[in-house]
C-alpha cells in the first residue's frame, strides 16, 4: 500500500495516491462516504454500492461498467480466499436465453433448457465462445435451440481485460422461491442446495449477478426497509428507484431454482425478483472479479470521470 507521495532520491519512481490498490482506496473511501458505500450484512462482511446513483463508474474493457464493491472470502480456481472487486457491465450486451439446449443435450432434459449454469450456452458464450474471443456469430435465442445473430467484435473482452480478472469459484446454490429477503439469498447462493445433484460450484471468469447484488445494492432512507423485506417486493417501497443497478428491463441472474430443472432467476423490468424458464430471452449484463494487484490510477467514479485502473 502506497502512503505518501514522496519521491526517493535514489531512484526516478515517483508514488502518489493513485497507486493505491483498488481494494484498498474503496475500503478508504468508505471511512468518509458513508452514503454510497456500506457494509452488509453477511457473515463476508462485503463493502457495496448502494442508492440510487452512486459514483461507482469504472473504465474496464474500454467501455462503462460499475462496481458492485468490494467481495470479501472469495475463493479463486486455486483455493485462494482473498477480497477482490466485482463489476457489472453498465449496460446489457444484448437480450440472449441462459440455456436453451435441446432436451437430451448435456444437462438439458426438456424443450425449455437447463438451469445448470456449469454448461449453460450463455456460460459457453461468456467464457468460451463470442463474448470471450471478441467475434460475431449466433447466440442462444429461445427454445430448442434457437439462435440469433450476435456481434461482440467491439464489445467482447480484450486481451487486455482479460489480464485483469481471475477465475473464480462462482455459487450456484438455489432457493426454492422468490419469496425472501437478500440475507437469505446470499446464504443460498453460497449453500449445497440444487436441483438433482446439480453442482453448486461453477469455476470461471464472467458471469452474472447472484440476486443477493441486487438486494444489497438498494440505498437511501428504505434501505432498512427493504432489507427487511422479499425480494419479490423490491418493487414497492421505493426500494428499485433506490437501487442503482435496476435497469427498467428484465436481466438474468446466475442463480437457478433448486427446486427446478429449469428456471433461472430474474430481476423483472418492473425491479422485483422472479423466474422463468432457461430459454427465455432477457438482457445481459457480464460480472468479472478483477485481480488483486489492481490499481486505481485516476478518475472520481463519476459517469463524467469514471475510476480508470491498472
Not at 449445497?192 to 445494492?217: E, K, N, Q
Not at 441472474?253 to 433461472?264: E, L, V
Not at 445481459?284 to 478483477?290: M, S, W
Request: hydrophobic letters at 30%; one cysteine or more.
Amino acid at each position: 500500500m502506497i502512503l505518501n507521495n514522496k519521491k526517493d532520491t535514489n531512484s526516478t519512481c515517483t508514488v502518489t495516491f493513485s497507486e493505491l490498490l483498488l481494494t484498498e482506496y474503496l475500503t478508504h473511501l468508505a471511512k468518509t462516504d458513508t452514503v454510497n458505500l456500506t457494509y452488509d450484512d453477511t457473515i463476508d462482511k462485503n463493502l457495496r454500492y448502494i442508492g440510487g446513483s452512486p459514483n461507482n463508474y469504472v473504465i474496464f474493457n474500454n467501455e462503462l461498467w460499475r462496481a458492485i464493491g468490494v467481495m470479501n472470502n472469495v475463493e479463486d480456481a486455486n483455493g485462494n480466499r482473498e477480497s477482490h472487486v466485482k463489476l457489472i457491465r453498465s449496460e446489457s450486451i444484448g437480450d440472449y436465453s441462459w440455456d436453451n439446449k435441446l432436451s437430451g443435450t448435456g444437462s438439458s432434459t426438456s424443450s425449455n433448457g437447463s438451469n445448470d449454469w456449469s454448461d449453460a450456452t450463455l456460460m459457453n458464450i461468456l467464457n468460451q465462445g463470442l463474448y470471450w474471443n471478441r467475434t460475431s456469430g449466433t447466440c442462444s435465442n429461445g427454445k430448442n435451440g434457437a439462435i440469433t445473430s450476435c456481434d461482440f467484435t467491439s464489445i467482447g473482452l480484450t486481451t487486455d481485460a482479460k489480464r485483469m480478472i481471475r477465475s473464480i469459484q462462482w455459487n450456484l446454490g438455489g432457493y426454492k422461491t422468490y419469496d425472501a429477503p437478500a440475507s437469505t439469498f446470499y446464504t443460498s447462493e453460497r449453500g449445497t442446495i440444487a436441483y438433482s445433484g446439480r453442482p453448486t460450484t461453477w469455476i470461471g471468469y464472467v458471469g452474472l449477478m447472484y440476486p443477493s447484488d441486487y438486494g444489497y445494492a438498494v440505498g437511501g432512507s428504505v434501505r432498512s426497509i427493504c432489507l427487511s423485506q422479499n425480494l419479490h417486493t423490491y418493487n414497492e417501497n421505493s426500494c428499485k428507484e433506490n437501487n442503482w443497478i435496476y435497469l427498467t428491463t428484465t436481466e438474468w441472474t446466475i442463480s437457478p431454482r433448486s427446486d427446478h430443472a429449469y428456471y433461472a432467476f430474474n430481476i423483472n423490468g418492473n425491479g422485483y425478483l422472479y423466474f422463468s424458464s432457461a430459454y427465455n430471452t432477457y438482457a445481459i449484463r457480464p460480472n468479472v472479479y478483477l485481480n488483486t494487484n489492481i490499481k486505481k490510477t485516476g478518475g472520481t467514479g463519476t459517469l463524467e470521470d469514471p475510476f480508470t485502473i491498472e
